[in-house]
Structures are given as C-alpha cells and as structure tokens.
C-alpha cells in the first residue's frame, strides 16, 4: 500500500503563513500528481492545488497568488506553502498523490488522513 503523511497544520492569524508538507512512501514506482484538497465544516471537499510529473501547478482561484505548491520526486514529497491566509482558509487539508506501484498498473489516487488549518484572530 502508499501511506501519506500530512503535517504542518495548526492556528494562525490572518495573514499569516503555514507550509504544510506531505511524504508518500509504500509501493510507489512512479508518481503521475500530488495535490491538495480541503474541507471546511459544512462544506463540500474542495480541491486546492496540484503539481504534475513534468512540475506543471494549478490552482484554485481562491489560493492562487497566495498559495504555492512544489515537489521533490527524490523524496515523494509535496509541500505547500500558504501565505496571506485568510479565515475563510480554515479547513481540513488532505494530502493526495496519483501513482502505480508498477510499470503495468493503473493510476491510483491515495489519500491522507488530513491536518486541520484554523486561521483566526
């Protein structure tokens, strides 16, 4: 299996700043994306931000300019660094990744467990 590990979640003030970082590990053989969601209480589960294999980002335009996603394919890591953040940001954020454990497999997604971000004053 692919286990995904989320951390660098917590409080903070608005405007302020949070890198949260995610690690694959497991059956990996290559990694197509790694991405961002969140869900806020009462809300739907929404997506944030993605990095593709060749290092392409896109992002929701709710975050874009204010959040910034990259990789490390080396260590199956993904990072993402909020800045500006607002309260309306508060939410569980939940690490994925698009991966095969092998050449002949199909492309799986993989979930984390989340980590709560809570901008308040």
């Known amino acids: 299996q692919v286990q995904l590990v989320e951390s660098g979640g917590g409080l903070v003030q608005p405007g302020g700043s949070l890198l949260l970082s995610c690690v694959a590990s497991?059956?990996?053989?290559?990694?197509?994306?790694m991405g961002w969601y969140r869900q806020a209480p009462g809300k739907r589960r929404e997506w944030v931000a993605t990095?593709?294999?060749?290092?392409?980002?896109n992002y929701d335009y709710s975050v874009k300019d204010r959040f910034t996603i990259s990789r490390d394919n080396a260590k199956n890591t993904t990072n993402l660094q909020m800045n500006s953040l607002k309260p309306e940001d508060t939410a569980v954020y939940y690490c994925t990744i698009t991966s095969k454990r092998a050449l002949g497999d199909f492309w799986t997604p993989y979930w984390g467990q989340g980590t709560q971000v809570t901008v308040s004053s």
């Open positions: 990095i593709t294999s060749d290092d392409s980002t």
């Open positions: 497991g059956s990996i053989f290559s990694i197509r994306s």
